[in-house]
């Protein structure tokens, strides 16, 4: 099955909100529509330095969109290409369905070809970063490398973390003065993002079953890569992670930052910015 909205007035209204969040895109910025074997594949390209490209991944519900407060320091020195996820809503359009973690990679490995660049480096957030690795796990062709934040693929997600993200949605709602004394971050982030997640419901996604990486995926991953995870994370066990690495693929550079959640990306944004032009170079 493919993902769709709900119903007409459900598209209307998350796409207006879309378009309010895309006022807030800080750099000149380009649209690709990339053919992929499932569908097409909105990318929002921004900069033209010298640098190795950089492609971002979202998490679920974040669409391109949720980089705009790292688009700019970005920007400035490589080509940078957001993308919206196919089967989530966005302005990608599915006409076949993903339905195994090697469909992922063949999903990713097309839009990365229709970028048309040597080599590229990946970058993820939540499930962005489950993108990115489960294609480094399976090829490395293209890749320059990977930085995931939070990636997905450790455990299976439950109740917990559904929880969690009913209690971020909810934070959400509280008044900016509320936000700025009890959550990391910028507050007006928050607050900018939140229709995308509260509209983005009314959308019906058809995802694959959920894949935790065996230890031969993460053994066979061969570019340089980073992982970041948060210290109280709800989608893993931070230190588990952190020992099985070093068990079974100890190239990898795993961090953990201190007091954040899975929410990382919002809580330390400069620290994601600045570690993805680290890897990158």
Not at 91 to 112: F, K, M, Y
């Amino acid at each position: 099955m493919l993902g769709e909205f709900t119903d007409e007035k459900a598209r209307e209204r998350y796409f207006a909100a879309y378009d309010t969040v895309l006022r807030e895109w800080p750099v000149p910025a380009g649209e690709l529509d990339v053919d992929t074997r499932f569908g097409t594949t909105r990318v929002r390209r921004s900069g033209a330095g010298p640098g190795t490209p950089v492609v971002l991944l979202s998490g679920i519900f974040g669409t391109s969109l949720s980089w705009y407060p790292h688009i700019a320091d970005l920007a400035a020195r490589h080509p940078v290409y957001a993308v919206d996820t196919i089967g989530e809503p966005g302005r990608s359009t599915q006409t076949r369905p993903v339905q195994t973690p090697e469909a992922c990679a063949d999903w990713l490995t097309d839009v990365l070809a229709g970028l048309g660049h040597e080599e590229v480096h990946l970058a993820g957030v939540s499930r962005g970063g489950w993108f990115a690795l489960n294609l480094a796990a399976r090829s490395s062709a293209g890749l320059a490398g990977v930085t995931a934040f939070e990636p997905a693929g450790f455990s299976v997600l439950g109740k917990r973390f559904m929880l969690w993200g009913l209690a971020e949605l909810l934070r959400s709602l509280a008044p900016q003065a509320v936000l700025r004394l009890t959550t990391p971050g910028d507050p007006a982030v928050r607050r900018t993002l939140r229709p995308l997640l509260s509209r983005g419901l009314k959308y019906r996604m058809h995802l694959p079953p959920q894949h935790v990486f065996t230890d031969d995926e993460l053994r066979s991953i061969a570019v340089p890569t980073r992982i970041v995870l948060g210290e109280r994370s709800v989608v893993h066990r931070s230190r588990e992670v952190l020992a099985r690495f070093e068990a079974v693929n100890p190239r990898i550079r795993v961090e953990i930052v201190p007091g954040t959640t899975h929410s990382l990306s919002l809580e330390e944004p400069g620290l994601v910015t600045a570690r993805i032009l680290e890897d990158v170079g």
